[in-house]
């Protein structure tokens, strides 16, 4: 009887032969094999010394993507985008296919082939370029923006086009015009997410939004710049309530607000007739509200004897801190503790938009929407 043939170590194109896998009649052997792409295949005999089977399919796919980019441009931007458009339609694994291809958005079958889609957009794309640029040159989906893409349906836009067409906008209608929230903010020289906070935050009708101005005291100019208090907080890292009460409680300057570093709390102690204690087991031995001794310090530059003594109600506003409603008299804090209100912003309705102290408690807080 002859002796079997063995293969095992033995190349064959980009595979190598790891063992004997199974055996299928008298000549039908299969061979386990490592590609050099990493990943392993079960060949049988023939196909290995025939060379009817090199790799894994790693050399198939190849030959296939070097056929189809034969254009010289699979460096370029165009191309890119062309690819992405296609994985993000087809490709389950691609981190934005859930938004696309999931949803049912897909490609027209010629522009499966790059040499097809250049030649349908290539000479309008580089058009836009030299109009708009190249950091402002997106492929969009257009008039429909929830079809598919195609020549009938796919355009090249600006950022701000870009932003105006997508399926999650909110629209506005006003004296017979329709708009984006965006488009109507630069329309009326707003600061932008104005209309966002108006509406969705606020609940706001769409005339009130639209017609009423932004109050100043909202919007802070700085090296010539001009944006709204929330804008500027997160521009410069700085929480909002922070920021809102440098300028609008404790009257500094936009300067100073703008460029004094916070400072990281940490636990300062105070001394006083011998004792020693930090600043939160001060006040409430004291029965003080928190962080009455931390403004009054290092706010206010109140001594330690001042701060100490000095009763709630003087020295800072009383609605700062006690509040009367229904003839009680109760921290603000322990007041929205009762109520179940926020307190950042119950504490601006009262301090910094003013409010009757019975309005600022009973009005109820319009739950976020999410814009469609």
């Known amino acids: ?33 490592q590609c050099e792409c990493g990943n392993k295949s079960i060949v049988i005999t023939d196909n290995l010394r025939k060379y009817h ?7 198939q796919i190849e030959h296939t993507i070097k056929a189809n980019t034969t254009h010289g441009l699979s460096k370029h931007r165009f191309y890119n985008i062309w690819r992405d458009m296609i994985q993000r339609c087809l490709d389950k694994n691609s981190d934005t296919y859930n938004r696309y291809g999931a949803l049912g958005v897909t490609i027209c079958s010629q522009w499966l082939k790059f040499e097809n889609f250049r030649d349908d957009m290539y000479k309008s794309y580089l058009t836009h370029i030299d109009q708009f640029g190249e950091k402002n040159t997106t492929i969009d989906r257009f008039p429909d923006k929830n079809g598919n893409y195609c020549s009938e349906n796919t355009r090249w836009a600006n950022l701000i086009e870009q932003a105006n067409n997508k ?27 104005t209309l966002h906070s108006r509406i969705t935050t606020s609940g706001w009708s769409t005339q009130k939004a639209l ?25 410069k890292n700085i929480s909002f309530c922070t920021l809102n009460s440098r300028i609008n409680i404790y009257k500094w300057s936009i300067k100073k607000a703008l460029t004094t570093p916070t400072e990281k709390r940490t636990n300062h102690f105070i001394t006083y007739l011998g004792e020693t204690l930090t600043i939160s087991q001060w006040e409430k031995k004291l029965n003080f509200h928190p962080k009455t001794l931390y403004q009054r310090i290092f706010i206010y530059n109140w001594s330690i004897k001042r701060a100490l003594n000095e009763p709630i109600s003087s020295g800072i506003k009383k ?38 102290t019975e309005k600022a408690l009973t009005t109820p807080f319009l739950k976020r929407i999410k814009s469609s």
């Open 1 to 33: 009887m002859p002796k079997r043939l063995n293969l095992t170590g033995q190349k064959f194109g980009r595979l190598t032969v790891i063992s004997l896998h199974s055996i299928q009649g008298r000549h039908r052997v299969r061979w386990l094999c």
């Open 53 to 59: 089977t090199q790799s894994c399919g790693c050399l």
């Open 167 to 193: 399926r999650n906008n909110h629209f506005l209608t006003f004296n017979g015009q329709t708009m984006t929230m965006s488009q109507w903010e630069r329309e009326l020289n707003f600061v932008p997410n």
């Open 211 to 235: 017609t009423t101005p932004i109050k100043q005291n909202r919007l802070l100019t700085f090296n010539g710049q001009t944006m709204l208090i929330s804008q500027w907080a997160k521009e």
């Open 319 to 356: 609605n700062n801190h006690l509040v009367t409603h229904n003839n009680i008299t109760l921290p603000l804090k322990q007041w929205c503790d009762k109520l179940n209100l926020p307190y950042k912003q119950t504490h601006c309705r009262i301090n910094i938009l003013h409010w009757s």
